[in-house]
């Protein structure tokens, strides 16, 4: 296989886990996901993996959506309820109340659920570049939490406001956001 030709999928499965077959697994993740420049500008050590495909999925949406699909504020919103979402059992997040439902943001959890099955299938194609459990929603996505985070997010809450003012979530709220928007028309605000 030459560097311009690509892979095969023999390549990506045979049972070899040396660095060039993993570092080649990797490639082709982030290419299908259409996230390489993430990947080329070191991504993989300044995020942990639970949070990769929610960077990735946001990131193809700005790149790729129309730019009312995803705004700023939404951004926020799913990053904070992401980072948040670590600080709640089970039975706190079902204690949680919605005060009002935004077909909005319900619009837009569905378009990242959609993101979530198609990362996973990629992940699986590529034989595996991360575990899958690393890639599960249950580790990183709460619709309920979401849709409170995007109502306030919405309501103008600052990206310190929605990591619930704590100093280690806000500055992973911060990263994550950083990556998220490398490239797009939002990495200027």
Known sequence: MTSSSPPRLEDLWVDDTTTDVQRLRLKVFFSCMHCTKLLEDGILDAIPDRHILLCCILHFLLLHAPESTLRSCDVDAFVAQAICFQ???PASLERLKVPRVSPRAVHLAAIFVRGLSTGYYTNSTCCLPFQMESLMPWYT?????????????????????????????????????????????????
């Open 87 to 89: 600080s709640h059992s």
């Open 141 to 189: 996505f709460d619709g309920k939490l979401f849709h409170i985070k995007y109502l306030a997010a919405e309501n103008g809450s600052t990206l310190q406001q929605l990591s619930d003012n704590k100093p280690r979530a806000v500055e992973m709220c911060h990263k994550m956001r950083d990556w998220i928007v490398k490239g797009t028309r939002l990495q200027s605000n």
